[in-house]
């Protein structure tokens, strides 16, 4: 699915060059929950731009489900984010005064031909969530954590196989957080290949493999015992409030 | 349908900065607003100096006494211009078909009953109404016998039936021009401006002889108006019309002329350079405002552009080209200039009402502002959106997430 095959990225400003990423190799299955995880100014979000296709490495082949990305022109890079990956950001990063439903929609205006069916998809998509009934809320009227499943559902409507997550639970308290991976486990369960970075242990855990990035470089963390069950967790947690 | 969808949420976007957006719609609505009243005007305008060129004739020459760069109206004080210069003109210029000696006095007192006013009073020539082709509506023009026998009859202009005579048939009426008893014997037909901007219908016509022997006593004409025999003889009658007077009234080279000659193509060209400046003027106004507009446009465009960072990321993120982002700004840009443009229009269009009604300039509405509007308000938008559009298309997706 994923392969990164000596990934360098080398910023320039000027005269001084920093460089950030060196020789990063790693693959990731099709299926499988991969955590990234590093401290700030590891080059997480270097990483997480070039995964994305959003940004070219200064070296390396990065092939996605087999193909060369960085090889195309910036029109087929554009196909690619909005076939193959659903991105889920920090922050929701949702129009405002939209309502839930056409922000989840947002992919598929971009996609080549627009779907007939559409509506449907993205209703699914809201109720694969748990936002069923917020359908026509507007970001305003939304909490923090139905702001960021609706920004999931964003990135599932398209139907991509690769999720990717950079610090999806950053802005969200421990239960919310818990909340979103949970859904992400659930999302991974039915088959969709993730992967999360982040900078906090806790829910790195709840991958399956976790890579550790320090500067600039990938090692494989030792294989985890049993990656935790944000769904078991939650059910763990005290039922003070209701978040919803 | 891809862009119709770019389309709609284009909309949205321009809904959600309200103020901003209507800054824009407003900055354009006054460029073209300008420019539908300044087209309204200058069309308007254009018309009437066609008409006045009309009126004027367009195979007449007008020869004025006294010298000067005015034009036209005669010096009412020259008196070198004689009746045997106008009979001269009639018999030694090729193409001249006959000519219409006239004495003009501006003003002088007019009196029916108890009722008085100032009119200009015209002694004119036998075939008057053919030289101007001045129809008479009511009663007749004076008679070979009358301007032979120096009669004290008149013709009447509308102005002064409706001033001097309201409610009377003016036809047989007395009325006293100078203290002198005239009889009314006819009425002009309604002619409007002259070609120098003045009323035509606050005149009076009496006999040529019986202005300057018995009215006013003087042995000299203020005008004489030539009738060419064609357009294209014109040209030609006015060349030769200057040696002839020098000649007759004894002028040698340096000497200024004390006449002047006036054409229908000098009028044209006088009428057509007053009415030059005042586009070039109006449409220098214009310009300067669709440029204001377009200066907002794009200010307030570049700074949508920096305020929306997330969302262009976004869009290139889930997919979007950066033609697709070009296109989505591109199509703000223009949806802000187009509103602005109609309503430009509608402000126009009352504006031309308005002028119309409150200034002398006629104003004439037509669909070539409502065209040009709608085509310089998509230029304006093109021009002005599209380097924050461009802008907004090469922003660096990974930075503009951030």
Avoid at chain 1, 101 to 106: E, F, G, I, P, T
Avoid at chain 1, 119 to 142: I, N
Avoid at chain 2, 261 to 286: E, K, Y
């Amino acid at each position: 699915m994923i392969e990164l095959i000596g990934i360098d990225k080398i910023y320039t400003n000027g005269a001084v060059e920093t460089p950030v990423l060196r020789d990063v190799t790693f693959q990731a299955a099709k299926g499988e929950m991969v955590a990234v995880m590093g401290a700030s100014g590891s080059g997480k979000t270097t990483l997480m731009n070039i995964l994305g296709c959003l940004d070219a490495p200064s070296g390396g082949v990065y092939k996605l489900n087999g193909v060369d990305v960085f090889s195309h022109d910036d029109d087929a890079i554009s196909a690619i984010r909005n076939q193959e990956i659903g991105f889920v950001f920090q922050q929701a990063n949702l129009l405002e005064r939209v309502s839930a439903l056409d922000n989840v929609l947002l992919p598929l205006i971009y996609a080549e031909t627009y779907p007939s069916g559409a509506k449907q998809r993205g209703l699914a998509a809201l109720r694969s969530v748990g936002l069923e009934d917020r359908v026509h809320y507007r970001p305003d009227q939304l909490s923090g954590g139905q702001q960021q499943r609706v920004a999931i559902a964003r990135a599932l409507v398209g139907n991509p196989p690769l999720i990717l997550a950079d610090e999806p639970t950053g802005n969200l308290d421990r239960r919310t957080g818990l909340e979103i991976m949970a859904i992400l486990q659930k999302l991974n369960r039915e088959g969709r290949t993730i992967l999360l970075i982040t900078h906090d242990a806790n829910m790195a855990a709840h991958a399956q493999r976790i890579l550790t990035l320090r500067d600039g470089t990938v090692t494989e963390a030792e294989k985890p015992e049993a990656p935790l069950d944000a769904a078991k967790e939650l059910e763990k947690l005290p039922a003070e409030r209701g978040e919803q | 349908m891809r862009y119709w969808r770019l389309v709609k949420q284009s909309t949205g976007a321009l809904h959600r900065n309200r103020l901003r957006s209507a800054m824009v719609i407003l900055g354009v609505m006054a460029g073209i607003g300008a420019l539908t009243v300044v087209v309204g005007i200058t069309k308007g305008v254009n018309r009437r100096v066609m008409d006045r060129v009309n009126k004027f004739g367009s195979t007449a020459i007008m020869l004025f006494a006294g010298g000067g760069k005015n034009v036209p109206g005669g010096d009412q004080s020259a008196r070198t211009l004689t009746l045997d210069d106008a009979g001269a003109i009639e018999q030694q210029i090729d193409g001249v078909d006959f000519v219409c000696p006239q004495l003009m006095r501006p003003r002088a007192a007019v009196s029916h009953r108890d009722r008085s006013a100032q009119f200009a009073i015209m002694g004119v020539c036998k075939r008057w109404p053919e030289a101007w082709d001045w129809e008479i509506t009511e009663g007749r023009f004076f008679s070979e016998q009358e301007y032979g026998s120096m009669s004290r009859v008149a013709v009447i202009g509308r102005t002064v039936v409706d001033e001097l005579l309201p409610g009377v048939n003016p036809v047989g009426e007395s009325i006293r021009i100078n203290n002198a008893n005239f009889r009314v014997i006819g009425v002009l037909a309604a002619r409007g401006a002259s070609p120098g901007g003045g009323s035509m219908d606050d005149r009076i016509a009496i006999p040529l002889t019986t202005a300057m022997r018995r009215t006013f006593n003087v042995t000299s004409v203020t005008l004489v108006r030539i009738r060419t025999t064609g357009v294209d003889r014109v040209e030609g009658v006015a060349a030769e019309l200057p040696a002839l007077m020098r000649e007759r009234h004894h002028i040698q080279a340096p000497q200024p002329d004390d006449f002047r000659i006036v054409t229908p193509d000098a009028l044209l060209g006088l009428a057509q350079s007053a009415s030059g400046t005042l586009n070039r003027t109006l449409t220098a106004v214009t310009a300067i405002s669709l440029l204001a507009g377009g200066v907002v446009l794009m200010n307030l465009m570049l700074l949508s552009v920096s305020e929306r960072r997330r969302e262009i990321g976004l869009r290139r993120a889930v997919g979007g080209r950066r033609g697709d982002v070009l296109l989505q700004f591109l199509f703000e840009a223009l949806t802000l200039t187009t509103v602005g443009g109609v309503f430009g229009l509608i402000l126009g269009a009352a504006g031309s009402v308005v002028a119309a009604k409150y200034t002398t300039s006629p104003v004439e509405i037509s669909w070539e502002p409502a065209a040009i509007g709608v085509a310089l308000s998509w230029a304006v938008g093109i021009v002005f959106g599209l380097l924050p559009a461009r802008r907004a298309s090469r922003l660096h997706s990974a930075d503009a997430l951030r």
